[in-house]
């Protein structure tokens, strides 16, 4: 039976994701690296990246390891394709920055109107 969400979409979208990579024998950075390369080859809109952030925080991938990335598909995707990439994925990293920042403010005001008594 369905549930009701407000962000049908996104959801289903999340939980295909989870549920990929949950089926893959790949370990975790060989498929984030190879989500995002595909993504670059497809010159995919920012906030296809926004669904790979958080997996690539968890498996520890630094700015340096992205770039690496970049460098080494762009012989075969373009340069194009890269730049559009980089672009698209400093985006992502920034809504998920403020999409995060805008979680630990909610969760302090919460917190402060517990310890008031409100």
Do not use: W
Request: proline content about 3%.
């Amino acid at each position: 039976m369905a549930t009701a969400s407000d962000a049908p979409v996104l959801d289903t979208l999340a939980a295909m994701t989870i549920d990929s990579m949950e089926r893959c024998n790949m370990d975790e950075r060989s498929v984030v690296l190879t989500r995002i390369a595909a993504l670059v080859a497809m010159d995919a809109p920012a906030i296809s990246y926004l669904a790979h952030v958080d997996p690539a925080f968890k498996a520890d991938f630094t700015v340096e390891q992205l770039q690496d990335l970049l460098v080494a598909i762009a012989p075969v995707v373009g340069t194009a394709r890269v730049m559009s990439a980089a672009g698209h994925i400093a985006q992502a990293y920034g809504v998920a920055i403020g999409l995060a920042e805008g979680e630990a403010e909610t969760i302090a005001r919460a917190e402060a109107q517990s310890r008031s008594g409100s």
